[in-house]
């Protein structure tokens, strides 16, 4: 989760900075340039604002007047800083970006990051990207961690087509999925439907599987308090309120996250699944998942053993029922190893166990007698429970 400035992507052609915090790169005759505005009434803003609204869904959008507001005052607020920064091709203004940094956690989190949809071909997003990056590079700003969110839209827990769209681009740019019910509070103080679930997103450096609970909640806190909560003081009619709503979300998180030491991250594969979360525990993942196979493989030799022994010691039908409960036990234990690690759905996790447990039984048949009559009764299961 700690940021390197040698570990973000970058184009393959080379930049070349120059004043009033302008960067530009030339590739195949198009001149892709940044430009930060530090004036609401600056040149050029109110089209990057227009642009802004009309790529942005309602639900995730803050007002523009908002905006505005913040560019006009952020600086009473030092060492935080805000930044808004048009995109252009070459004179055409066809990108957004809108971060804040925060001095105390060394982060940027990033509000905003638009293309507008005419343009959204040809690499522009990482091109948007990397200058972005290079941009925080020659401002030299100290950062330890970066962060993003992706809001559903949906008003369900379930991401829309566009959210998962955008987190895979930015998973393509280095950031991972955390898998926390993470809330995105509501945005000003007439909008309730904006409080919605969304991703929450940490740029890593590596392959960083997890990140620690008490990083996690620090950067949660200092995304609410630090800039939701500071941003909305001067502009809602009850600031108190709204700040006893964000620590209410807080303590949801944190209590959903329970007593977990590390939680996942997981890149984008099962976006649609990341609630509710999933703790790594006290262990790292990987010493969990070697754990996991330890524990089945040690249980499957210890059913093998006790299935020889029924074998021996019961009649026919009780060596029968032994054997298929054994294997039921074992093609379980199975499933709930792959089921931790591929995250299966009810319908695919229903179809593996029967699966395994056919193979299982197959593979003891071989060795063991009595297995075959559970074999035979477990087919016969099979065919009745599917109208064959």
Known sequence: MMYHRSTWPSGSSESVITGGYRMSKRISERSYSLRRYERSSDPGFAEALALYARNTHPEVRADSREICYWLDRFAERAPDRFYCLGFFIDRLQVGYAQFVYLNDLHMVFFDYLVVDRDHRRNSTFFELVDH?????????????????????????????????????????????TVEVPYVQPQLGARHPETESR?????????????????????????????????????????????????????????HRIGNAVDVRLNGVEGLDRVHPPYPVGSQPIASKSRRSLVLYLTGVVASAIATVIASRLSDGTAAVAATTLITLSCALGLLLCIKREFRLTARAATLAFLAIALVYLCVLAVYVPTARGALRSFVSALKAAFGK
């Open 198 to 254: 969304a991703v929450l997103m940490l740029y890593s450096f590596s392959d960083n599987q997890a990140v620690r609970t008490d990083l996690l909640l620090s950067i949660v806190r200092a995304v609410y308090f630090d800039h939701y909560s500071a941003w909305y003081e001067p502009l809602v009619p009850d600031p108190a309120a709204y700040k006893r709503r964000v620590q209410a979300l807080l303590d949801d998180l944190q």
């Open 132 to 176: 972005v990056r290079r941009f925080i590079e020659q401002e030299q700003l100290e950062v330890r961690v970066t962060v993003a969110e992706v809001g559903f839209t949906s008003g369900s827990d379930q991401p829309t087509r566009e959210c998962v769209l955008i987190a895979r681009l930015l998973h393509e740019c280095g950031f991972r």
